[in-house]
């Protein structure tokens, strides 16, 4: 079982950044890929950024530009670094890790951003 635990969100200004982290723990296999997703209120959950464990990334095109996903595979940590924020982007993050070879997901518990003045 593995289990992911987020951090660093928070209230922020418009043009203002934040860090987010997420660790995950428990055995997890190779062969995966970390995600950042979020779900702004009365909206569907939307994939924000994705990297693989060689480190290829994508990103959904309204954060390309902003936001950049990394991770630590030796601490088993990925990272949203988010900076100039939008009121648009105020959402629930959440951190998702999926292994190919298992076909499993495993979620965390989710961050509040709040972008405003």
């Known amino acids: 079982q593995v289990r992911l635990v987020e951090s660093g969100g928070g209230l922020v200004q418009p043009g203002g950044s934040l860090r987010l982290s997420c660790a995950a723990s428990?055995?997890?296999?190779?062969?995966?890929?970390m995600r950042w997703y979020r779900q702004a209120p009365g909206k569907e959950r939307e994939l924000v950024a994705s990297?693989?464990?060689?480190?290829?990334?994508n990103y959904e095109d309204s954060v390309k530009g902003r936001f950049t996903i990394s991770r630590d595979n030796a601490k088993n940590t990925v990272y949203l670094q988010m900076n100039s924020l939008k009121p648009e982007d105020t959402a629930v993050y959440y951190c998702?890790?999926?292994?190919?070879?298992?076909?499993?997901?495993?979620w965390g518990q989710g961050t509040q951003v709040t972008v405003s003045s």
């Open positions: 428990g055995s997890i296999s190779r062969n995966n890929v």
């Open positions: 998702n890790v999926h292994e190919f070879i298992l076909i499993r997901d495993s």
């Open positions: 990297i693989t464990r060689d480190e290829v990334t």
